[in-house]
């Protein structure tokens, strides 16, 4: 199972932001929020991430993980 996780923080990022963030996807959203998304190795890496949202300061808004089915035909 691969699992990928969402995360909902207050405020737009800059796409630049995404290497310091383990690789996640910035998404901005509509509500003024930014979507960090993607695939994290393990519980470690999420935390290292949350602590970088942390000392940013940065209002966490939510955290979601969703797992899903590795396809049979991975490259």
């Known amino acids: 199972m691969t699992e990928v996780y969402h995360i909902r ?6 796409a630049d932001w ?11 959203q509509s509500d ?7 695939v994290l190795a393990d519980q470690s890496v999420l935390h290292a ?3 970088k949202v942390r000392d940013l300061g ?3 808004l939510s955290l979601s993980r969703i797992e899903r ?7």
């Not at 923080?9 to 800059?14: E, F, I, K, N």
């Not at 995404?18 to 901005?28: A, N």
């Not at 003024?32 to 993607?38: D, E, H, P, T």
Request: no cysteine; net charge negative; proline share 5%.
């Open 18 to 28: 995404s290497e310091e963030f383990e690789g996640l996807t910035i998404i901005h």
């Open 58 to 60: 940065l209002p966490l």
């Open 69 to 75: 089915e590795e396809s049979d035909h991975s490259p």
């Open 32 to 38: 003024g929020s930014s979507l960090l998304s993607g």
């Open 9 to 14: 923080v207050q405020g737009h990022l800059d």
């Open 49 to 51: 991430v949350l602590l």
